[in-house]
């Protein structure tokens, strides 16, 4: 028997949690590579896609995630890329990526429309994601989830001190919460540092944005299948 | 007296009710023109101005509201007028002007400091508002106003349905509620049609896709100075 109290809140990160995101990220990448890579003043693939990478993460703290910020951070770098070679035409196809992204249809990860049916009488599910509140909105609607979650919180940043706003907001005790992500910066330490409990479940793809050192000892499960199991038989204690 | 109960709680709306904010949009077209004009193959400023606010409007079922989703419209709108005559450093131009934009100083409305901290003991304060979440949730701690709300929504519709999700999660009565806010179309109408009140505070300047066609005998006031005497007064009754 453990010290803590049970769990009895789940909170579930969505993009790469709930939904494949970052493979379509990955996707609209390569398409910008394809446009821009033949007026490149700078050389080949790889440094088109740094470019992007560091006008991304200049923009982090003004404009904050989501995929408006993302397209406008491809229009500046393809502005710095192609310089005076840049037309209209490159213009408008840089932005229709951006809102195909923003319009692809939501697909669920394997086993999470299941996983979360089973845990919905058991637990209050809460979904904490961070992005552009109309797409979350939009993503959540569409993947037929909605019904299942007490509450859903987006959210600009994933920070102890967000975490325990939103927690106070929601009346829930840490004590007695598990946040499920597949960021270990994002969904996993934070959470731990505010006094409850997190699991990590990796995604098949990791933005480096949200690449984070930790010493090895964050629970781990290989997928969200394996969640129901891990919360019933106490390893979540 | 009145059949209805007393008011408990107020929303306020945020943008041009509590703080200046259609100002810094116009300001902002009036630089992009300034950009675009030498190149325009369209004409004149008026119809600039014409096709920027079309790209808007187009966008907008997509998009949504706030600073990244017109400055996506504007980098639209400048490829289609300049075409062949764009530029690496128009599109920087045009950029920039959203990043100032977004990163503009919050000004509150004459009266609303005061206002917001004489309602406070008398009444829970709700903010309901539009618009880029990181954004608004800057612009809120910026304003210093934060301390005195209950709770601050931001939402990506205000449309009858999201007030009755928002009045329900946040356990309003729409009986004790009253609406303020400086769109007739998003703060008034749709929350009278759920069954609680509202007043329209008048902005200076009206933004076109907020025009609403109404009868005349929606609640007014001239400024939100006369706010406390009219809840007070049972003018909201």
């Keep these: 028997l453990s010290a803590h109290r049970a769990v009895d809140v789940v909170g579930l990160d969505a993009d790469d949690t709930l939904w494949h995101c970052e493979d379509g990220f990955n996707r609209a990448i390569d398409e910008f590579v394809e446009v821009l890579a033949p007026s490149s003043a700078l050389g080949d693939a790889e440094h088109i896609r740094e470019a992007l990478d560091r006008t991304e993460r200049l923009n982090l703290p003004l404009f904050g995630y989501g995929v408006k910020a993302f397209t406008i951070a491809m229009i500046e770098a393809a502005a710095m890329i192609s310089d005076d070679r840049l037309t209209a035409r490159m213009v408008d196809q840089v932005v229709d990526i951006g809102k195909r992204l923003f319009?692809?249809?939501?697909?669920?990860?394997?086993?999470?429309?299941?996983?979360?049916?089973?845990?919905?009488?058991d637990y209050r599910l809460v979904m904490i994601t961070k992005g552009d509140l109309l797409h979350q909105e939009r993503k959540i609607s569409e993947s037929g989830l909605a019904r299942h979650f007490d509450a859903i919180e987006v959210i600009s940043e994933k920070d102890p001190a967000t975490y325990r706003r939103v927690l106070h907001e929601l009346r829930i005790d840490p004590a007695g919460f598990v946040m499920v992500g597949n960021s270990v910066r994002s969904d996993v330490l934070p959470v731990l540092s505010i006094g409850a409990r997190a699991v990590h479940v990796p995604y098949e793809v990791v933005w480096a944005h949200e690449v984070a050192v930790h010493d090895g000892s964050v629970p781990e499960l290989a997928s969200i299948r394996e969640l129901p199991a891990w919360l019933r038989d106490g390893d979540a204690r």
Tied chains: 1, 2.
């Design 103 to 121: 319009a692809e249809p939501v697909v669920l990860i394997d086993g999470v429309a299941e996983v979360v049916a089973r845990l919905a009488p």
